[in-house]
C-alpha cells in the first residue's frame, strides 16, 4: 500500500508565502495613501464653513470691492489634522493640515489645500470688483507649487 500525503510541501508553503508578500508589498503604499486622503478630506470638511461665509459676504456686499472684509470673515478651526483656515482678499480659502498627524510625504511646507471660489466657468472672483455677485463654484487644489501633494487629495477635490 502507498501512504497519502498529509499536508503542504516545504515548496508549497514558500510558494504561498511569497504570494503573500507580494500582495502585502502592493496593497500596504495604497492603504497609506487612502488614510491619509481620509485625513485630508477632514480638512476640506473645515473649510466649508468658510465657503459659506466667502459665498455670503460676495454675494451680500453692496460694494464691488469686498476684498478687505473677506479675510475677517472666518475663524480659524483646528483639530487632530487641521492647524488652521485662512482667506485672502480674493475669498481663496486656504487649509493648512497638521503634517505631523497627516504623515506621509507632508511636511511643514507641503501640506495646504486651496479652494478658490469662481465667478463663472474656471474665472475666480476678484475681491476688488466682484462684490455682490454671486459665486458659481469652487475650484479645490494645491495652494502653491509646494503644497499637499495632488495623489493626497480626496477625488471630490481632483474633479473640481
Known amino acids: 500500500m502507498r501512504n497519502q500525503q498529509q499536508g503542504m510541501t516545504l515548496i508549497e508553503l514558500m510558494i504561498v508565502i511569497a504570494v503573500i508578500g507580494i500582495l502585502g508589498a502592493l496593497a500596504l503604499p495604497a492603504y497609506q495613501d487612502y488614510t491619509i486622503r481620509?485625513?485630508?478630506?477632514?480638512?476640506?470638511?473645515?473649510?466649508?464653513?468658510?465657503?459659506?461665509?466667502?459665498?455670503?459676504?460676495?454675494?451680500?456686499?453692496?460694494?464691488?470691492?469686498?476684498?478687505?472684509?473677506?479675510?475677517?470673515?472666518?475663524?480659524?478651526?483646528?483639530?487632530?489634522?487641521?492647524?488652521?483656515?485662512?482667506?485672502?482678499?480674493?475669498?481663496?480659502?486656504?487649509?493648512?493640515?497638521?503634517?505631523?498627524?497627516?504623515?506621509?510625504?507632508?511636511?511643514?511646507?507641503?501640506?495646504?489645500?486651496?479652494?478658490?471660489?469662481?465667478?463663472?466657468?474656471?474665472?475666480p472672483v476678484n475681491g476688488n470688483t466682484d462684490g455682490g455677485k454671486t459665486i458659481a463654484g469652487w475650484r479645490c487644489g494645491p495652494a502653491s507649487s509646494n503644497s499637499l501633494p495632488v495623489k493626497y487629495l480626496p477625488a471630490s477635490c481632483k474633479a473640481s
Open 38 to 123: 481620509a485625513k485630508v478630506s477632514e480638512m476640506l470638511l473645515a473649510a466649508n464653513a468658510c465657503k459659506t461665509a466667502v459665498n455670503e459676504a460676495v454675494s451680500s456686499s453692496s460694494d464691488a470691492n469686498v476684498s478687505a472684509a473677506l479675510p475677517k470673515v472666518c475663524e480659524s478651526p483646528s483639530s487632530k489634522y487641521v492647524t488652521g483656515v485662512a482667506v485672502d482678499g480674493n475669498g481663496v480659502v486656504t487649509v493648512t493640515g497638521n503634517h505631523e498627524a497627516l504623515r506621509g510625504n507632508t511636511s511643514a511646507s507641503a501640506n495646504s489645500i486651496a479652494l478658490t471660489p469662481l465667478q463663472s466657468g474656471n474665472t
